[in-house]
């Protein structure tokens, strides 16, 4: 199956079950739970439904396209359902059929794997979902977001799209991987991951582990910190602010991945990404308190 | 007796982590047995353990998605329960006509009985008859107490882990969606978080596929039968023992066996409701791989385990359960055929990466890796064990250039922590650093000692094979033990979080089991002497303090090794930080423990002991005072035992004592009036007594 496919047939799988279908946010994060739409929406006390993609990029797992499994940057599908719904499982089983996966005819498991996410104050406990011994899927019930407790409890669902296809095509290299094809007066003519992706690949793992400036990436470190900080403090800007920490996760992976940061360092690190993380999710829960919910409100929710 | 009924209780959940389901399992049992005694539900005769078993141990019934108890022989009620209440004196009760006053009509009246049933009686304590009635509680039916309790012992159930889900508060290991409890034939009705107790339960997910049914449980004997024609195979045992069974059989269709790994069987059995063992394979080439490698990276990665061969070596071949009853296409073969070979692309990457550096440039790398915040790196912990090592080589080898060995061992044992394929799994530290030194060439002692220096990892693992592994081993353990100690870091009850008294042991067992003239006393002054720039400590405390930790350890090595409380404890008394001599005390205690003579020599000793115990000891022995024959036979003895070096001669001299003795306490008043005398035949029992504390010290005997 084509990645194109395949992320159209989740969104509209989750469209017909009560999901609004959000975009990724633009800037650079390790992961969808980042996105404000999971950040900010799985606090508070309101239902909220929201399915997208989100490119995902771990500086570390750079290998200049050369690794047949890892890459520096891969895509997310991600699941918000608060709360989370009696018949979440077979929910997501149904999803998987929804791609076309005949479950009689394989082995499904859920694996004890909790989740935690130090930068951002969150953990919850779940499963990796493992389909004849690969793992394809994430399954999370959040307990805290921003260090405060989820009530309701949100389900989360994160899809690897790259591994999923893989998987169901038998590619034994990502980058053979058909994104879709691109039909012109001439034909049709299939465009694969490689020719997309390959050239990015490499760059970026250069950058994240050669030629990323470290002295820039702490400088940078530091101011993103001040203006979240001053934006949250002198002005209750919870949105702006917390992209200031998202900022600062990302310069924070390049650095790690740079071998710039030492064993002892790195806690002391992550504590100031999850410091203003927490401050943006404490204030954005004062401010749902009143009228006007940025991310909860109808309308409002996918659009960024 | 009335008939029993059995219950039935099942918990079906979303999926519970394998590790809780025994702890919970365990736990309600515990919880459930408690409830019943304090109802009077137990039968007669049913023996209570602190875990909540009983005599004939409970089904095991645990499977991913359930947790299920069946425990039969639960009357259908309480008994009844009889009561005695005394009222008024009868003299209030009764006027003189024999008729009831108003008083005792209240009091038949307060207890629901007619006035004919009051007797008088004087019941204890009282001064005269009074009125007394029997009240008969009718017990309650156990439904209706399982109903009220169970609702109450499942929330109570301890979950470290515990997790929340949807809008409810209530808390448990995992989202319970079905409720399943029967007495007998009866719904037990309880209702936990929402969920209301029924006779059915849910099968095998793929099961419900084409039945979209529940399935009916109709009594709790039929249970699991029903689950097994739905899919699941609710006994974790069976399910064990199913797939060791066909792991077997596949390994021997292969031409191997399985490379044993009891740890992974029951983890296999913990995660699958319906086991099948699957066969896939590899592409040879990841053959050239270590095997350590392979079967770690299969272990972990898949939960698979690796076929041998004869002579050890691997096949290109997997085995691992998946959670159904078949393969009908293949796909679970070829899924996992697949993840794995990019699992094994990925340990060959890590293989080829750091084999381009020799493993000596990690060792400038090792100042960036923290051992422990006061202790500092790992390039700090090798310049001490290096240390250490020179310390104690030297006391056990002349030989310079096997010296040099053990120091070059010492040096780059550590190395591999900083390589790639230590990073992906944490577990082959040591078996890396050897690997890679083999490659490179180094030679056979260095890198046979540094792979194997981590063991022993536990109590069942063995010491390393070599004399240098054995080393390196204790000097590595040695300073972590000690360095610690030297922080303040010192384990106490439960609480030991890095396993100091593991490392401790190991430490104790290659001493034990190598026999080097290496006393514990020596092992601690040369540690403390090389983590001395670390410590906060005072020495004096951290010396105090080591010396307690290794006597306990040495205690709980005898213990191993399976000598008898008494030669425990009288062999150590005199003595424990000299392995060697201690375990040469034991053997010679153990076997004349079984000397005829033993059992009036141990007397004598012990009657020694008892008329010294007030005296001071008299060096001085003046032999020519003794006038009976018995004692200065005892002196003559004595002297020759005196001059004896080893234990079992002496032990042997010893049991010649045994008669000598009993004629010298017959013959002979110890305390007599003759101060000379008497100053003579103390100091004789003195420096006899020295003679038996060579060997033990027996009035810890028995």
Redesign the interface.
């Known amino acids: 199956m084509h990645i194109q496919e395949l992320i159209l047939r989740l969104q509209r799988f989750w469209a017909d079950r009560g999901c609004l279908i959000g975009q990724p946010y633009d800037l650079e994060k390790g992961a969808g739970t980042m996105n404000p739409l999971t950040f900010f929406g799985a606090l508070g006390s309101k239902p909220w439904n929201v399915a997208y993609v989100e490119p995902s990029r771990r500086p570390a797992d750079g290998r200049y396209g050369e ?4 890459v520096y940057k891969h895509l997310q599908f991600q699941v918000i359902l608060k ?4 018949k979440v ?1 077979d929910l997501y ?1 149904e999803s998987l059929e929804a791609l076309g996966i005949d ?10 794997d ?1 989740w935690e996410s130090p930068s951002l104050g969150a953990w ?2 779940g ?1 990796q979902v493992v ?4 793992e394809i899927s994430q399954f999370t ?1 959040f ?1 805290q977001v921003g260090g405060l407790d ?4 949100s ?1 989360e669902l994160t899809y690897g799209i790259e591994r999923i296809c893989m ?1 169901l095509g ?1 590619y ?1 290299n990502i980058f053979d991987l058909v994104h879709g094809n691109v039909t012109t007066d001439d034909g049709v003519f299939p465009v694969t991951y490689g020719q997309m992706r390959q050239r990015e690949e490499f760059e970026l793992s250069a950058y994240s582990f050669e030629h990323a400036d470290i002295d820039l990436h702490r400088t940078l470190f530091d101011a993103f910190e001040k203006e979240g900080w001053r934006l949250l403090n002198d002005h209750g800007h919870f949105l702006s602010a917390y992209e200031q920490a998202l900022k600062m996760s990302h310069t924070f992976n390049v650095l790690d991945a740079r071998g710039a940061v ?3 360092e790195r806690p002391g690190i992550i504590k100031r990404v999850r410091d203003l993380a927490c401050a943006c999710a404490r204030a954005y829960l004062e401010h749902a308190e009143g009228a006007a919910v940025p991310v909860e409100a109808a309308g409002k929710g996918g659009a960024q | 007796m009335s008939a029993t009924k059995t219950f039935l209780l099942e918990l079906h959940c979303e999926e519970i982590p394998a590790r809780f389901l025994r702890p919970l399992h365990v736990e309600f049992n515990h919880s459930y047995f408690k409830f019943m005694e304090k109802e009077s539900l137990l039968p007669t005769g049913m023996a209570v353990t602190p875990y909540g078993t009983v005599s004939e141990p409970l089904p095991d019934f645990m499977s991913p998605r359930k947790l299920a108890w069946r425990i039969p022989g639960l009357p259908a009620a309480q008994p009844d329960q009889t009561e005695t209440q005394v009222g008024p004196p009868q003299r209030m009760c009764v006027d003189e006509a024999g008729k009831p006053t108003i008083q005792g009509l209240k009091f038949a009246e307060k207890w629901g009985v007619e006035f004919s049933a009051v007797r008088f009686e004087q019941p204890a304590g009282k001064k005269e008859p009074c009125a007394v009635v029997t009240i008969t509680k009718p017990g309650r039916p156990t439904v209706e107490l399982l109903a009220e309790a169970l609702p109450g012992l499942i929330a109570g159930l301890h979950v470290p882990k515990a997790m929340r889900w949807g809008s409810s508060e209530f808390e448990f290991v995992r989202p319970i969606r079905n409720i399943l409890c029967l007495f007998g034939e009866q719904v037990v009705p309880i209702t936990v978080d929402g969920v209301a107790a029924t006779n059915t339960t849910w099968g095998h997910r793929l099961f419900h596929r084409q039945h979209p049914e529940p399935v009916k449980i109709a009594t709790p004997e039929s249970y699991e039968a029903a689950l097994e024609a739905a899919g699941v195979v609710v006994s974790v045992e069976v399910r064990r023992q199913r797939i060791a069974a066909q792991l077997e059989t596949l390994a021997a269709e292969a031409g191997g066996r399985v490379v044993a790994d009891p740890e992974l069987l029951d983890t296999l059995a913990e995660i699958v409701e319906f086991p099948k063992v699957v066969r896939g394979d590899f592409p040879s080439d990841f053959l050239e791989l270590p095997k350590e490698v392979l079967v770690v990276s299969l272990r972990e990665h898949q939960k698979a385990f690796c076929i041998e061969q004869a002579d050890g070596a691997l096949l290109p071949c997997f085995l691992t359960a998946a959670n159904r009853e078949d393969d009908p296409e293949g796909f679970v073969k070829a899924g996992n055929e697949w993840v794995l070979k990019a699992r094994l692309y990925d340990a060959r990457f890590f293989f080829a990466e750091d084999r381009k550096h020799p493993l000596a440039d990690r060792l400038e790398k090792l100042k960036a890796l923290t051992f422990q915040r006061e202790l500092g790196s790992y390039h700090e912990k090798t310049g001490r064990v290096v240390a250490l090592t020179k310390a104690l080589a030297t006391r056990l080898s002349t030989d310079d250039a096997h010296i040099d060995r053990a120091l070059e061992a010492a040096r780059m044992a550590k190395c591999d922590l900083r390589t790639l394929m230590v990073g992906e799994f944490p577990e082959l530290q040591g078996v890396m650093g050897g690997e890679y030194l083999r490659h490179e060439g180094a030679h056979e002692e260095v890198w046979k000692a540094i792979k194997e220096h981590y063991r022993p990892i536990g109590a069942d693992d063995a010491i390393p094979g070599t004399p240098m592994g054995c080393l390196l081993s204790l000097c590595d353990k040695l300073d972590t033990v000690a360095g610690c100690f030297a922080v303040g870091l010192i384990p106490s009850g439960s609480k030991d979080p890095l396993a100091l008294r593991r490392a401790g042991q190991g430490i104790v067992r290659i001493l034990w089991e190598q026999g080097w003239p290496l006393t514990l006393a020596d092992l601690v002054e040369a540690a403390l002497k090389v983590v001395a720039p670390k410590a906060t400590k005072p020495e004096a405390e951290t010396r105090e303090a080591l010396l307690t930790f290794f006597k306990d350890r040495v205690a709980y090595q005898l213990e191993l090794a399976g000598y008898a409380g008494s030669v425990r404890r009288s062999a150590s008394a005199v003595g424990w930080m000299d392995l060697v001599a201690l375990k040469a005390r034991c053997e010679a205690l153990s076997a004349f423990a079984e000397d005829a003579r033993f059992a009036s020599l141990a007397q004598s000793a012990k009657r020694i002991g008892n008329i010294l115990k007030d005296e001071m000891p008299i060096e001085a022995f003046e032999a020519a005072v003794l006038q009976d024959a018995t004692e200065r036979a005892l002196a003559e003895r004595l002297k020759a035992l005196e001059a004896t070096g080893d234990h079992g001669t002496l032990l042997a001299a010893l049991a010649d004592l045994a008669e000598p003795l009993e004629a010298f306490f017959t013959a002979v008043m110890v305390k007599c009036d003759d101060p000379a005398l008497r100053a003579a035949r103390l100091s004789l029992l003195h420096r006899l007594r020295q003679a038996f504390l060579r060997v033990a010290d027996f009035s810890l005997w028995q």
């Open positions: 690794n047949p499994f890892r709360p989370s719904p009696a499982q089983i479950l009689s005819k394989h082995d499904l498991r859920f694996e004890e909790n919850g406990v499963w389909l004849d011994g690969m019930y307990q989820c009530r309701p409890v389900a998987f038998g034994d030492s064993t002892t």
